[in-house]
């Protein structure tokens, strides 16, 4: 793998690239881990055959072409924050197709459909949007991570309960296919492909454009945020006892965001509401929580302020853009899902005596629900059109995971799914598991066998592979 680039493989993929040699890096670089590969997850290491950066759609076939020659698996790589890092590969070996050259942009303001690279990261498409009309779309806060891999997992954020999640925007893709053939997908063409990328995208293709519907941007909208970091394991286990009830209301208003952080220090209940202060104090969200020994109420009159504030977030900045050794579970819960009170005083009591192995960590449950269920499970191959809110646990450690974190992890699933023994988690494919078993059914439930259908129609020889994508169906 060292001599990559003086292999048929490494002519290939110069001329893929029209000879421009710095579209290209391979293992014998000086620095290639750390200027090309660019590892997320410290504790997997991953050495891919090459990482290519395309700036056309040709190229994006040609390097494909090159691969199948080879034999070697394909991975696309936006913003480059998989939690198993399977935009490298996940394993040693594959051919990256970096993104990060695909930056194209325009606004159709008769429709306000907007096309967007597909190499473009969150931060820049809510400024070119924001710039082209005071527009948005839903997505998540993390300004690093690329829609590439957003937009085609699921991309839920604080505005996902009106609008629906970024993959809900999608309207029509410009996509690489294993056959190297530049095809256009959506419900009208090709909609199979269209399906099967609204969701589990990194195992069909290279999408390199991306047109999507928008919305005006929201006005006012309140920030709010309780503290609970110095209550006992029985006041932080009633505080969230009271939120897990305000969000199950099925009457609860969409413009509601909402987010429980669990970690070392506390808890803390914040989100956003998308309406004026008088909305949102005639919701009386105190009443309906503990007495908090720290509140922060702030008004927002533009958007993009709103958004870089979300992006200061605390487990937002460790979570989301510094490469770290971590390990991070998933669970997806329904509205017939919720954790009995005996199940949430078990879940604190664990997370206040379990022997950590690390400082760093983080229990997060987002709400979802609204716009995102309004669409039916089989309309894309994002399955989990019925959760309510998700559980993100992450914990991460200096070096590599150990044995004592990794366990403390999976102790918290543990506790939960003791407390629902019948039910049957589903886990998000924007955080995935590596040692999830069975992830493709935890990912994509029920239209698993439609995607392993579509999958052995356009993509046989598994060309585009990770260690959790979709297979071909057995003929």
Request: hydrophobic share 40%; net charge negative.
């Amino acid at each position: 793998m060292g001599n990559t680039s003086s292999t048929a493989v490494g002519t290939c993929l110069s001329n893929a690239v029209s000879g421009n040699n710095a579209l290209l890096a391979f293992p014998n670089k000086p620095l290639y881990q750390l200027t090309d590969v660019k590892p997320y997850n410290l504790d997997i290491p991953v050495t891919p055959a090459a990482v290519t950066y395309p700036q056309t759609a040709d190229h994006v076939a040609a390097i494909i072409k090159c691969a199948t020659k080879s034999n070697l698996k394909v991975q696309p790589r936006c913003g480059g924050h998989s939690y198993g890092n399977y935009g490298i590969g996940g394993v040693s070996g594959a051919i990256v197709i970096d993104l990060k050259n695909m930056q194209q942009f325009s606004m159709d303001t008769t429709t306000w459909t907007a096309t967007i690279g597909g190499g473009t990261l969150l931060a820049d498409v809510t400024k070119r949007l924001h710039d082209a009309g005071g527009r948005a779309m839903a997505h998540g806060t993390c300004p690093q991570v690329g829609l590439g891999g957003h937009a085609t997992i699921g991309g839920l954020g604080p505005t996902s309960r009106m609008w629906g999640s970024a993959l809900d925007h999608v309207e029509e893709v410009q996509v690489v296919l294993a056959n190297s053939s530049i095809i256009r997908a959506s419900q009208i063409e090709n909609p199979d492909v269209f399906f099967a990328l609204k969701g589990a995208g990194a195992s069909f293709g290279v999408i390199t454009e991306f047109k999507v519907r928008t919305e005006p941007e929201p006005g006012e909208a309140v920030q709010y945020s309780y503290s609970f970091n110095a209550g006992t394991t029985a006041e932080k286990a009633t505080a969230f006892k009271s939120w897990q009830s305000l969000i199950s209301d099925p009457n609860l208003s969409r413009k509601f965001a909402s987010e429980v952080v669990i970690f070392e220090l506390g808890m803390i209940i914040s989100g956003t509401f998308f309406g004026s202060k008088a909305e949102f104090d005639a919701l009386n969200i105190p009443s309906k929580l503990p007495q908090s020994n720290g509140v922060s109420i702030t008004v927002f009159n533009d958007w993009l302020g709103l958004v870089s504030h979300w992006a200061e977030d605390l487990a937002l900045q460790i979570a989301g853009g510094i490469p770290s050794a971590f390990y991070s579970k998933s669970l997806a819960f329904t509205p017939s899902d919720m954790i009995p009170a005996s199940g949430v005083d078990s879940l604190f009591e664990f997370l206040d005596t379990a022997n950590k192995g690390t400082a760093l960590w983080f229990a997060i449950f987002d709400l979802e629900g609204g716009a995102i269920n309004d669409v039916p499970m089989n309309a894309t191959a994002y399955a989990h059109r019925d959760a309510l809110f998700y559980l993100q646990t992450y914990a991460v450690d200096i070096g590599r995971v150990s044995t004592t974190t990794r366990n403390f992890v999976n102790g918290i699933n543990q506790v939960i799914m003791k407390a629902l023994p019948d039910v049957k988690f589903g886990a998000y494919a924007g955080y995935v598991d590596p040692e999830l078993p069975n992830g493709q059914q935890a990912y994509w439930g029920s239209n698993l066998p439609r995607l392993e259908q579509i999958k052995r129609a356009i993509d046989p020889n598994d060309v585009f592979h990770n260690p959790q994508s979709v297979q071909p169906a057995a003929s």
